[in-house]
């Protein structure tokens, strides 16, 4: 019975026998109180069940053991779905799971392929600038002013950009057919820099959609076009092609306006991954990237500067010596999390496993990251790894509730986590066959549930433990007056802690206090004093649990 202890501010107990191991209690001096378990004590706990784990090293760490002796065999209606979606995007990423690249990239740049004999001339540098600056010019001067009586009577202007468009789409329709990369990567640039002058010139949002909606298609129309520069272009043609799309990413403006579509253009260096005499092109411009988004640190500009603020007549200490410090937090934001999409899409075509474990381990925190970790870990069948990332994720995390909505709303798995990490760990569960992981989730969902569509879980816990966990009705029923015990109290914190948010369906009053799930249980299990201190403590109005059920007799009514 082995017992750990932790030289930090928070600690736990537990009691191990044989493969299962208890909390007997757990202890932080740290102030937090909206929850029994803090994040301090949550690191404490995986950290010692990674502990117990190696004592059992050979049951636990076989990612595909069965769980159970007996071959049960669980049915897998989260974990099929996830491994198809997986299975066809590995197929698209030329066998690698990928954030940002795929073959269909390929496809669109061949549209801009011209025939053969067909190609038109370039049109060289100068004249797009002179075309350019000619619309521009006669927009500016044909602004339409309109009456606003929002701002007492005054008068707007309203530019047309109609013509400025498309003379930028012609520039680029023009580059985008030509196989003179280098000098077509120019007028890209110049058409990239003129639309988001433009933009950032807009004084009202009806003008700048048009604009927008330009911006958008450029960058990505440019994207794909360099899927043809890096297949056909030689090496130095094509790294003179990429730097001009990277200068254009990384102009100030752009990062701070459009930082997706930096972002995008960015991404231009993947094309490059796949090709041994041009790979080190992306390997500059992603590294670059990395650099500019993820390394600049603040504190150290603060603390080089620190006697220099003290002179006030030093009017040097105004220079800022990185374009960081005029990206908002909502830009930096972006650029940080595609930048690291990026880098992870570049090791991967790279068979860089070095390079991905190692930008793994810097960037612990990131979601994005950690989450394509856990679906490379369930594309190679390695669950039991899988749920304890997952898991781990989890406890790490300040608000289990923000990061399950963050995995919930990705690109990798669409549509396909509607309970963010928590729905890795169910899939995982399933396809190791066990019951107590599985159940564990179900649980959760039942304890956090706010809204009807997660009630079936009372169902499939109860059918879980009784078809697959071997309980009687009569084990299954102290199981679901402990659940219920444990619903309640969720429900005093959330009283104690959250405001109520109430909205109105038809005649119905829904509180975010209410637990729908738990309202199930207490009917399904008859549970009549739970139902009354339940309704004590939320005034639902019209309570589910004690709303008369026409399978209800008159007896189990007045129960």
């Not at 102009?251 to 930082?259: A, S």
């Amino acid at each position: 019975m082995p017992h750990y202890s932790f030289p930090i501010s928070a600690g736990a107990c537990c009691r191990c026998t044989g493969t299962s191991w208890s909390r007997s209690r757990t202890a932080c001096t740290c102030p937090y109180q909206r929850t029994p378990y803090c994040k301090h004590i949550g690191a404490v706990l995986y950290e010692l069940r990674k502990q117990l784990i190696g004592v059992h090293d050979n049951h636990h760490n076989d990612d595909s053991a069965n769980a159970h002796d007996g071959g049960i065999a669980l049915p897998h209606t989260v974990l099929d779905p996830i491994q198809q979606h997986l299975g066809t995007r590995a197929e698209q990423g030329k066998g690698h799971l990928l954030f940002l690249w795929s073959n269909q990239l390929r496809e669109a740049a061949q549209t801009f392929c011209a025939q053969p004999g067909e190609e038109r001339p370039l049109i060289p540098l100068t004249d797009a600038q002179t075309m350019l600056a000619d619309a521009i010019r006669r927009c500016h001067e044909r602004f339409i002013c309109i009456l606003d009586n929002k701002h007492g009577n005054a008068y707007s202007k309203y530019y047309d950009y109609t013509g400025c468009i498309k003379t930028v789409q012609t520039i680029a329709d023009n580059a985008l057919q030509s196989s003179d990369y280098a000098s077509a990567c120019e007028n890209l640039r110049l058409c990239i820099h003129e639309t988001n002058a433009l933009l950032l010139s807009s004084e009202n949002d009806d003008d700048s959609e048009p604009l927008l909606t330009l911006i958008d298609d450029l960058a990505m129309r440019v994207r794909c076009y360099m899927e043809n520069v890096a297949e056909f272009a030689d090496s130095p043609t094509a790294g003179k092609a990429l730097n001009t799309i990277a200068q254009a990413a990384n102009d100030k403006d752009m990062r701070q306006c459009e930082p997706l579509n930096s972002m995008l253009l960015i991404s231009s260096a993947l094309a490059f991954a796949q090709y041994d005499d041009k790979r080190i092109w992306a390997y500059d411009v992603i590294e670059n990237a990395i650099t500019r988004n993820l390394e600049y640190s603040f504190n150290e500009e603060s603390e080089e500067s620190e006697e220099d603020d003290e002179d006030e007549d030093n009017e040097d200490t105004s220079e800022v010596d990185d374009e960081t410090d005029f990206i908002s937090d909502e830009s930096l934001h972006v650029l940080q999390l595609f930048t690291l999409m990026s880098a992870y899409d570049l090791y991967a075509l790279s068979n860089d496993d070095a390079g991905r474990e190692q930008l793994l381990k810097d960037y612990p925190e990131s979601m994005a990251l950690t989450l394509m970790n856990a679906a490379n870990m369930i594309h190679e069948g390695r669950l039991r790894s899988a749920y304890m990332l997952a898991q781990g994720f989890l406890l790490s995390s300040r608000d289990t509730e923000d990061v399950d909505i963050d995995a919930r709303h990705n690109g990798l798995l669409p549509d396909l986590l509607p309970h963010g990490w928590h729905t890795i760990m169910e899939c995982c569960a399933e396809g190791l066959n066990d019951v107590g992981l599985l159940a564990n989730v179900y649980r959760y969902y039942i304890l956090s549930c706010n809204d009807r569509s997660d009630t079936h879980y009372v169902s499939k816990l109860r059918n879980l433990l009784r078809i697959y966990g071997g309980l009687s009705a009569e084990e299954w029923h102290d199981v679901a007056d402990g659940l219920a015990r444990d619903c309640a109290r969720n429900i005093i914190d959330r009283i104690k802690y959250q405001p109520e948010i109430t909205t109105k369906g038809g005649t119905q009053r829904h509180s975010s206090w209410r637990n729908p799930a738990y309202e199930k249980l207490i009917v399904d299990e008859r549970l009549s004093d739970t139902a009354l201190t339940y309704c004590v403590m939320v005034d639902t109005r019209r309570c589910h649990c004690c709303a008369p059920s026409p399978s209800n007799t008159p007896n189990q009514q007045n129960r």
